[in-house]
Nanobody, 121 residues
Framework: QVQLVESGGGLVQPGGSLRLSCAAS????????MGWYRQAPGKQRELVAH???????NYADSAEGRFTISRDNDKDTVYLQMNSLKPEDTAVYYC???????????????WGQGTLVTVSS
């Protein structure tokens, strides 16, 4: 089994910043893709950003220029630095990882439990 534990959510004023972290643990051989998704009330879950093991990044248009995703392969951890936050960024943010398991070499997609980000004055 693989677990993803997120942290860093909370309440922030418009224009403020937050940094989310997500640490993976468990039966991990390699994580080839890590990313962040979000789901606002009444909306579908959407990609925010993801990063490959080699550091290649991809951002949603809404995140481009304001958010930065990064990862530490030695710690199996991914980060999302969010700047210039807007009320429309309010959502539950979910960590996602595409993992190759150590014991079986099967590929597995894993989700975190989610962390709430609220942007409000």
């Amino acid at each position: 089994q693989v677990q993803l534990v997120e942290s860093g959510g909370g309440l922030v004023q418009p224009g403020g910043s937050l940094r989310l972290s997500c640490a993976a643990s468990g039966d991990i051989f390699k994580i080839f893709l890590m990313g962040w998704y979000r789901q606002a009330p009444g909306k579908q879950r959407e990609l925010v950003a993801h990063v490959t093991r080699d550091g290649v990044t991809n951002y949603a248009d809404s995140a481009e220029g304001r958010f930065t995703i990064s990862r530490d392969n030695d710690k199996d951890t991914v980060y999302l630095q969010m700047n210039s936050l807007k009320p429309e960024d309010t959502a539950v943010y979910y960590c996602n990882a595409r993992v190759i398991l150590l014991t079986s070499f099967f590929q597995l997609e894993v989700w975190g439990q989610g962390t709430l980000v609220t942007v409000s004055s």
